[in-house]
C-alpha cells in the first residue's frame, strides 16, 4: 500500500454563460483521469507543459480545489470525502511548497508569524515558546539565521523565500510535501541550492515529495518515478532512469528532445522532434488519444477514435500509447521519415506532413487549426481536401488501401460535434473556429 | 571591422535622491555580421539592460550613458531620438521576452504588423498588407490573412512570438536583439523558435544580440558568448572553447549548477554559494569574490583585468582562474 493514491481523479470545470440564466455550456477537462501512487520516502515528480493540469491535480491532492471524481487516499483516508471540518485538521499531513516565494507569503507578517500560525491552528506546541524553539530547529535545517525570526518576507532573497516557503511545510511536520514549481522563479545558482536542500531534507527527514515542475532537467534530477502528462492525463509513467534511457510515448520523445543540453556537442549531434502546433484546448479535448493531433507517429487506425489506456510494458514502465511497441521497435516511423523495409506504404502521412506541403491549401489550413484548438475540424475539410485533389484516393478509400483516404474516413465519425462532421465547406470550418477562442 | 562595437558601455540609475545604482559597468563585446553573440547572466547582471541601452529605450531622465556603441560607424548612444527612431526597426530590431505585453492588446496584429512597413518601407495599403501577411507566413504562422484581423489575446504563446519575431524582421534588419526570447514559451514551443531564429539568421545573414539566462539555449545557438556578473563581462570566448573549459569560477559554478538531462542521475549539484545580493563594488576587487570558493586575497586589490589565461580569444576576468580540465566545482 503506497502513502498517497490517486485513483481516476477528475477535476473538471464548468463552463458558464449568460447573465440571467446560469447555463453550464461546457466543460474544461483540466485533470481527465488520472491514477498514481505515491512510496513513503520517495519523489514523484509530473511533468508537462503550461495547460496539461499539473497544477490542478496538485491542488486537488490538497483539495484546494474539489475533485470532480474518483479518490485520492493518503494513508488510507479519502482526501475527497472528507467533510470540511475533518478537512482542515487533515490538511497537516498535506502541505504545499508554492511556486512564488514572495506572493505566498504574507508581506505583514514576520517570519515567526508566519512560521507559527499554522502551529497554532493545527495544536503543535504547548505554548509560543516552545513554537519558537521548534521554528529554530526547522530554520537551522533549511539554512536560514536565527534572526530571520522577527524579520519580513521583503528582507530575503528570492532562494531564501522559497526556503521560508519549505521551513513553513516542514514545522507541521506533513506525511507528504507537494511542491509545485519549487525553483522556477530562481536563477540557475539558486535553482540548485534548492534542489540540493529539498534533496538533504528528504534524506534526513525521510520526507515524501510530490514535486510537479515543467522542467525535465530538474524533475529528473530529484525524483525517483516520473510521470509525464498532456492534456489532463498520464501519458507515460516510469522510474526515473528508465524515462530517461528509453522514453516511449512519443511525447515524451518529442519533450525530450526539446529540452537544451548546456553542452554545444550533444547539441549538435541531436536529433530535435518538433512538434507542429500548440496544445489543444482542454475544453475541447481531441477524441480519441489527446495527443494524436501533433503526434509525428499518429496511424491511421485507433489513434483518433480510441482512448490508450497506461498499460505497463515491463519493469514499471507505463505507456499510453497504442503503437509504443513498433515504435520502439522501428516498424512505425516518424512522418517524414523514410520508412523501414517491411513498414507501412508512403503514403500513410498524418496530418502533420499535409500541413508541410505548402501545395494543398486546404489541408494546410486544416492541420494547423489544432493551433486554434480545434484539432477535429481536421477531419471533413481533410477529407475535402483529398477529394478535391485526387478523386481516385476516394475510391482507393473505399477499397480501404489508400491510408491517407482511410484517415480522415476514420477520423470523420470520431467527431465530437457534430454540426463541424456535417459541414463539408472550408468556410464552415474557418467560421467554427473563429468561435472557438470566444467560448 | 564588427558590425557593432560596444565599449566600456555604463549605465547608472540616479535620481530621486537615491544613491545611483550603476546596473551596467563597463560592458565591452562586439558583434560581426551574421554572428549569434550571447549575453548570458542570472537576474540582476545588466543583461536586459543592456539591451534597452542599445536600442535607445531607456528613459532619458534619470540615466546616464556612459562608453561607446559603435554601429557600422555610428554611436547609438549620442543618437538624437529623432535618428534613433529612423534606425529602430530598420537597422536594428529587438525581440522582447513578454509576447503578450509586448503587443498592443486593443490593436490587431495586422496593423501592428504594417505599422513598421509604412513607417520604415513606405508601403501603403493592399501592399503593406500583402507584405504583412508574406511576413507572418515566413515566420510560420498559419493562415496570415486571418491572423491579421485577430487581435493579441487570439493567438497563443508561440504564435504571438512569431508575430514579434515577424515585426522584427519586417525590414530586414543588419542587427536583431533577442531578450529572453523563449523563457515565457514552454519547451516544445521553444524549440520552434530557435529552429526559427537559426533559420532566420543562416538565411539572412543577420548578427543575432541573443541575451538569456539559459546556458542550454546558448550552447546550441551562439558563436560567441560573454558571460555577465554584476553589470561587467566575466567571461568571453567562442562557444565550444567556453563550454569545454569554463575558466572564470562563475561560469564554472554556473555550469555546476544545471540539472542535465544527459548526465548520470543521482550526483549532487554544485551550486554556487550566497545570492547576486551578496557582491562588493568592482573598484575594492572581483564583485564574485564573496560568493567564490577560489577566492584569494589578491582577489581584492581592484578590478581585476580581462586576461587570457587558457587559450587566445578566451577572455576571462579573474585573478586565480580554473585551469585543470578536470576540475570539479566544489
Known sequence: ?439 | MPLLTVDELTVTFGGRGRKDVRAVNGVSFTVDQGQVVGLVGESGCGKSVTSLALMGLLPAKGVTLGGRADFDGTDLLTLSPRRMRDMRGRDLAMIFQDPLSSLNPVVPVGVQVTEILQRHRGLKGEAARKEAAHLLDRVGIPDPNRRLKEFPHQLSGGMRQRALIAMAVACAPRLLIADEPTTALDVTIQAQILELLKELVDQEGTALLMITHDLGVVAGLCDQVNVLYAGKVVESAARRELFAHPTHPYTHGLLGSIPRLDAPRGEPLHPIRGSINDQIAWADGCAFAPRCDRYEMDCLTGTPALTEPRAAGHQARCVNPVLATTEVPA
Not at chain 1, 480545489?65 to 475527497?80: E, F, H, M, R
Not at chain 1, 511556486?99 to 508566519?114: F, T, W
Not at chain 1, 505554548?127 to 536565527?146: M, Y
Not at chain 1, 516498424?331 to 500513410?348: F, M, Q, Y
Request: net charge negative; hydrophobic share 40%.
Open chain 1, 1 to 439: 500500500m503506497s502513502l498517497l493514491e490517486l485513483d481516476g481523479v477528475k477535476v473538471h470545470f464548468p463552463v458558464r454563460k449568460g447573465v440571467l440564466f446560469d447555463r453550464t455550456v461546457g466543460h474544461v477537462y483540466a485533470v481527465d483521469g488520472i491514477s498514481l501512487s505515491v512510496e513513503a520516502g520517495q519523489t514523484y515528480g509530473l511533468v508537462g507543459e503550461s495547460g496539461c493540469g499539473k497544477t490542478t491535480l496538485g491542488r486537488a491532492v490538497l483539495r484546494l480545489v474539489d475533485v470532480t471524481d474518483g479518490s485520492v487516499v493518503l494513508d488510507g483516508t479519502d482526501v475527497a470525502k472528507l467533510s470540511e471540518k475533518e478537512l482542515r485538521s487533515f490538511r497537516r499531513r498535506l502541505q504545499m511548497v508554492f511556486q512564488d516565494p514572495l506572493g505566498s507569503l504574507n508581506p505583514r507578517q514576520n517570519i515567526e508569524s508566519i512560521l507559527s500560525e499554522g502551529m497554532a491552528a493545527h495544536g503543535i506546541g504547548a505554548n509560543q515558546e516552545e513554537r519558537r524553539e521548534k521554528i529554530k530547529e526547522i530554520l537551522a535545517k533549511v539554512g536560514l539565521p536565527t534572526n530571520a525570526l522577527s524579520r519580513y518576507p521583503h528582507e530575503f532573497s528570492g532562494g531564501q523565500r522559497q526556503r521560508i516557503g519549505i521551513a513553513r511545510a516542514l514545522v507541521l511536520e506533513p506525511d507528504v510535501i507537494i511542491c509545485d514549481e519549487p525553483v522556477s522563479a530562481l536563477d540557475v545558482s539558486i535553482q540548485a541550492q534548492v534542489i540540493n536542500l529539498l534533496e538533504e531534507l528528504q534524506e534526513s527527514m525521510g520526507l515524501t515529495y510530490l514535486v510537479i515542475a515543467h522542467d525535465l532537467a530538474v524533475v529528473r534530477h530529484i525524483s525517483d518515478v516520473i510521470g509525464v502528462m498532456y492534456l489532463g492525463s498520464l501519458v507515460e509513467e516510469a522510474p526515473s532512469d528508465a524515462l530517461y534511457a528509453e522514453p516511449m510515448h512519443p511525447y515524451t520523445k518529442a519533450l525530450m528532445s526539446a529540452v537544451p543540453v548546456p553542452d554545444p556537442e550533444v547539441e549538435e549531434r541531436r536529433e530535435r522532434i518538433l512538434l507542429h502546433g500548440d496544445l489543444p484546448s482542454p475544453a475541447n479535448p481531441p477524441a480519441g488519444c489527446r495527443f494524436h493531433t501533433r503526434c509525428p507517429w499518429a496511424q491511421a487506425t485507433r489513434c483518433a477514435t480510441e482512448r490508450p489506456q497506461l498499460t505497463d510494458l515491463g519493469g514499471g514502465h507505463k505507456v499510453a500509447c497504442h503503437f509504443a511497441r513498433e515504435i520502439a521497435d522501428g516498424t512505425i516511423v516518424r512522418a517524414g521519415d523514410e520508412p523501414a523495409a517491411s513498414a507501412a506504404p508512403a503514403d500513410t502521412a498524418p496530418a502533420d506532413t499535409a500541413a508541410d506541403a505548402p501545395a494543398e491549401i486546404p489541408a494546410q489550413a486544416t492541420g494547423e487549426r489544432a493551433e486554434t484548438d480545434r484539432a477535429e475540424d481536421a477531419a471533413p475539410a481533410e477529407a475535402k481536401a483529398d477529394g478535391a485533389e485526387a478523386p481516385e484516393a476516394k475510391a482507393d478509400g473505399a477499397e480501404s488501401d489508400g491510408a491517407e483516404a482511410d484517415e480522415a474516413e476514420d477520423a470523420a465519425p470520431a467527431d465530437t460535434a457534430p454540426a463541424v462532421a456535417e459541414a463539408d465547406s472550408a468556410e464552415a470550418d474557418v467560421v467554427k473556429a473563429d468561435d472557438a477562442p470566444k467560448a
